[in-house]
């Protein structure tokens, strides 16, 4: 799925070996592709920008199946069992049988999903258009639950310890229980969130597209009428009559940087890994907020990184893919691709699997 797993960590920890960017082959297709792929038993399955979701053989970049959608396809696909799940602009959330590509259910959406969705303990999370997230029966594509926000939701949710977290248009990050669909708490993260959040052992990191990159105690819950007096306490202080405002509930540490991000954080190690829209790839521990590198990659990135053993993977809108020693954030090699990247590199079995604006996914040893 997304990110690999359902706490967005983009983390592989014992993968038999690392790419060393070879080209192992490239399946062309009619026009950009936006998303990562997912890969399940030797198949690669790949939304696509010309409207097509795809199973190609990961050995030989055969295709196997094809489906045909109404519009570009944003949404990571997501496997699970024997299905395959994405969203689609026309507003539904769709399950193909993931080895024939034959439509098993649809949900109908009140608006586009371009949310990739997450799958745990056979419910399938998806977020709408519609300002809203769903829980799904992954089997039957019932409706457990549907939490209302209040703006539109184009990321993927997290998912991690009995939680769910998304972000929002409506400036926050909303974290909610996930066997009732309520609200624990909402923490204000910037005017139009674009990155999904990510969770660690201990803090859930989400960034924003102003300048920050915060970590927060999703364990906190807001109490009844504590949001009121904390809103009355802002006033006060704005009218003089207080000297200072506590932090947002949750609020642990903040990074600041000069440009904004855009892309979800990864995290291993102890550490988050997160990317700026300026170009920069920063290494910071994830209990004291200490930036430990930086990498800068002279053009920006819109990719959330993923890393493989001791090696982090990200791509940029140069089109180059950048392998970076987990350690020292020093670049070990790049592989070049003929236009900008916004997806995740995917792992799988040592090979990975790069989606280019170009309309090529790339498999590279």
Known sequence: MFQRDPTHSAFVVDSPRV????????????????????VAEGLVYLTTGDRRILALDAESSELIWEYRANDPVHSSPAVAGDLVFFGLQDGRVVALNRTSGQPEWEFMTEGPVVSSPVLRDGVLYIASGDERLYALDAATGEERWSYVSNGWIGSSPAVFD??????????KLHIIDIDIGRKRLDFFVSKRPQASPSF?????????????????DWRKKHLPF????MRLRLQLFNWGMVGSVPPEKGYVWSLLEDTGFISTPAVAWGRVYAAT???????????????????????????????????LFIGDTEGRLHALDIESGQKLWEFQ???????TPVVAGGVLFLASWDGSLYAIE
């Not at 062309?28 to 592709?33: G, K, R």
């Not at 009995?162 to 400036?171: L, N, Q, R």
């Not at 660690?200 to 927060?216: C, H, M, P, T, W």
């Open 226 to 229: 504590e949001k009121a007096a």
């Open 200 to 216: 660690g052992d201990k803090y859930l990191f989400v960034s924003n597209a102003s300048d920050r990159l915060n970590a927060i």
């Open 19 to 38: 790419p060393e960017g070879n080209l192992k082959w490239a399946f062309q297709t009619d026009f950009h592709l936006y998303s990562s792929p997912a």
């Open 277 to 311: 829209s300026g170009g920069k790839l920063i290494a910071v521990d994830q209990d004291s907020g200490e930036k430990l590198w930086e990498f800068d990659s002279g053009s920006g990135f819109e990719a959330s990184p993923s890393v493989v053993n001791q090696t």
């Open 337 to 343: 691709t003929g236009h900008r990247i916004s997806a």
């Open 162 to 171: 009995g939680v769910i977290a998304v972000t929002s248009y409506d400036t």
